[in-house]
């Protein structure tokens, strides 16, 4: 099993800046990448950041020159520094973590923490 919290949502006015975090714990060496998706209201679940276990890299294209996602494995923790924030970005942000384990994957999700952009 692998268990993930999030942290670091807020309220930030548009143009601010957060950084989430999310810590990995468990099982964590079963993991080939680690990601955030966001649902805001009304919308579907969207992939907004990835990092592979080799270190790709993966971005929506609403994001690409905003956010950041990276990740330090000494500490098991995945970060997503979002810089000129949007209203649009206004979500429930989610971290998602892939456990390869003997040829099959599993999916492990954090609960969520809020991100509310106000413009």
């Known amino acids: 099993q692998v268990q993930l919290v999030e942290s670091g949502g807020g309220l930030v006015q548009a143009g601010g800046s957060l950084r989430l975090s999310c810590a990995a714990s468990?099982?964590?060496?079963?993991?080939?990448?680690m990601g955030w998706y966001r649902r805001a209201p009304g919308k579907e679940r969207e992939l907004v950041a990835a990092?592979?276990?080799?270190?790709?890299?993966y971005y929506t294209d609403s994001v690409k020159g905003r956010f950041t996602v990276s990740i330090d494995n000494a500490k098991n923790t995945l970060y997503l520094q979002m810089s000129r924030l949007k209203p649009d970005d206004t979500a429930l942000y989610y971290c998602?973590?892939?456990?390869?384990?003997?040829?099959?994957?599993?999916?492990?999700w954090g609960q969520g923490t809020q991100v509310t952009v106000s413009s």
């Open positions: 998602n973590a892939d456990c390869l384990r003997t040829a099959a994957t599993s999916y492990y």
């Open positions: 468990g099982d964590t060496k079963c993991i080939t990448a």
């Open positions: 990092i592979t276990d080799s270190g790709n890299t």
